[in-house]
């Protein structure tokens, strides 16, 4: 939907998300192979949806991130946190694992901090949540919506293509060698933009000193 630029997370009332559900973990404990199987495919489809999702995706933070909550965190492309935000990985303190949300924690933070996390299920602070990678920024309580805001104003001055094809470019260049093949795929990918309607808009627009067409009227005096 061309309509749509960007996705913001947020949670509704006290906490992002305080993890799972008393009333869902009763119900799993009499999951047998088979339905925990699906469950847990379900969730993990999920979060690979929203870590898949064309858009720029925006989390924010307050109140508790727990578990799967702290995952949907790593799942966005930036994450911002009010400061008396607290995290927690804490699927180890109930003898579980947290498995579905391991691939974008660990892309996120690094194995090194994912070791410590997953296996000690301490909680940690918004500013240790910054020291690691984990958000972006932090702010008070109250400044938080409107920091998000500031940002979507500069998301929305971006090309929609270039925000997907950079996302792209990230995934594979980042755990690649950098080799001919690296070297070529990058040029490939960057005459493919260039030659882009939206490349073209782009490169014309700053020439003659305009805002791109994508740009909202809202905004074009800003730029």
Not at 41 to 70: C, D, E, N, Q
Not at 148 to 161: H, M, T, W
Request: aromatic share 8%; net charge neutral.
């Amino acid at each position: 939907d061309a309509s749509i630029r960007a996705v913001v997370l947020l949670g509704e009332g006290t906490s992002f998300c305080a993890g799972a559900d008393p009333n869902w973990m009763t119900e799993m404990a009499r999951y047998g192979i088979a339905e925990n199987l699906a469950d847990a495919t379900a969730l993990a489809t999920m979060l690979k949806t929203l870590y898949r999702l064309s858009k720029p995706r925006i989390a924010g933070v307050h109140g508790s991130a727990f578990g799967g909550g702290a995952g949907l965190v790593a799942c966005c492309d930036i994450a911002f946190a009010a400061q008396d935000t607290t995290f927690s990985f804490s699927e180890a303190k109930l003898g579980l694992i947290p498995a579905t949300i391991a691939p974008y924690v660990v892309e996120a933070i690094g194995a090194r901090h994912a070791r410590r996390y997953f296996v000690s299920a301490e909680r940690f602070p918004a500013a240790e949540a910054f020291r690691i990678g984990l958000v972006h920024e932090i702010y008070p309580f109250d400044e938080l919506d409107a920091r998000i805001n500031e940002l979507l104003g500069s998301l929305l001055v971006a090309g929609p293509r270039a925000q997907d094809e950079s996302k792209a470019l990230i995934r594979a260049v980042r755990s690649g060698p950098i080799d001919d093949a690296m070297i070529a795929d990058t040029a490939a990918r960057i005459a493919g933009v260039r030659g882009s309607d939206e490349g073209k808009e782009g490169v014309a627009a700053f020439l003659r000193k305009r805002p791109a067409a994508w740009v909202p009227q809202s905004l074009r005096k800003k730029v």
